[in-house]
């Protein structure tokens, strides 16, 4: 458990915001000094004429962003400053059907380093129907998967901050999310699909379910001895649930409680709160 926190805290420092080209802006939390000092390269896989794309992540520590935008089958943008963390992409095309496999040099859970660098910016094709086996060791962490055109994925978690933002996704049927520790965000706001099914084994830590107002939601939570946070959701027992129309298709969540905080809610919850922190906001404080 000690190297989980140390490597969460380290990762938080280094955290920034990228840009989705791929040149010096993929790494804005970097000053110039520290951008030249680290190991940088570039990554493509040419557009193919497939009919699905395997998709495999391997990452440390560090700071993982996930995206589409590029017209390439794969584009990513690496710095590091260990050779343990350089990635290694393979791709390998079986009939009709694609497989990407990004893992770095050397995966340690328990980094043995101490100042950790290390930002990997993925980008996949948005047309291609893909599935996605993810795990991330400890860090910060961006997925937006709503633009890719992702159908399945299992995503394994290690320790840090993670949002996963399903917006505005058409294609997701099944999710399976494995929390390890730390702060963890699923978000379907404008999610476009009436139904979807997403399975979360809970960690240490805490985890927020933001769910779309005009969907019908059913969540399951085995909730152990974490504590659960759903004002806007009608409850029975340990299912929560919004019904908002007649429709029979749902978006079903089941989560396997850890030790935490498990927080429910609706869009229009988290855009009123969004309003009311602008509103509150005074440049004259600047």
């Known amino acids: 458990m000690k190297y989980w926190i140390i490597l969460f805290f380290v990762a938080i420092a280094a955290g920034c915001n ?8 993929d790494f804005e939390c970097l000053d110039n000094t520290e951008f030249r000092k680290l190991i940088k390269e570039t990554k493509k896989i040419a557009i193919e004429d497939i009919d699905t794309l395997e998709v495999k992540v391997i990452m440390g520590a560090g700071r993982l962003l996930i995206s589409g935008k590029t017209k390439h ?31 770095p040099k050397q995966f340690k859970e328990n980094s043995e380093h101490e100042d950790i660098k290390n930002v990997w910016n993925l980008r996949f094709n948005e047309e291609i129907p893909m599935i996605m086996d993810l795990k991330f060791g400890a860090g910060l962490g961006e997925i937006n998967l709503g633009s890719l055109n992702l159908y399945a994925g299992v995503l ?22 494995k929390m390890g520790v730390g702060d963890v965000t699923i978000n379907l706001t404008d999610f476009e699909r009436n139904s979807c099914n997403i399975k979360v084994d ?34 029975s027992s340990d299912h929560y649930f919004n019904h908002v129309n007649d429709n029979h298709e749902t978006l079903n969540v089941i989560i396997n409680a850890g030790l935490g905080h498990i927080e429910l809610k609706n869009s229009s919850e988290v855009n009123i709160t969004a309003e009311t922190e602008k509103e509150d906001f005074d440049e004259t404080e600047l």
Do not use: C, W
């Open 18 to 25: 990228e840009s989705s080209d791929m040149n010096r802006d």
């Open 73 to 103: 089958l794969f584009a990513g943008s690496f710095a590091y400053n260990h050779e343990d963390f350089a990635p290694r992409v393979k791709y390998q095309k079986e009939n009709t059907g694609g497989k990407i496999k990004i893992i």
């Open 156 to 177: 394994k978690l290690g320790a840090g901050k993670i949002d996963i933002n399903l917006n505005e996704s058409k294609s997701i049927k099944d999710l399976i999310i």
């Open 202 to 235: 809970g960690g240490i830590g805490k985890f927020t379910l933001i769910l779309p107002d005009d969907k019908n939601s059913d969540i399951y939570i085995d909730r152990g001895i974490a504590k659960v946070s759903a004002d806007k959701f009608s409850k």
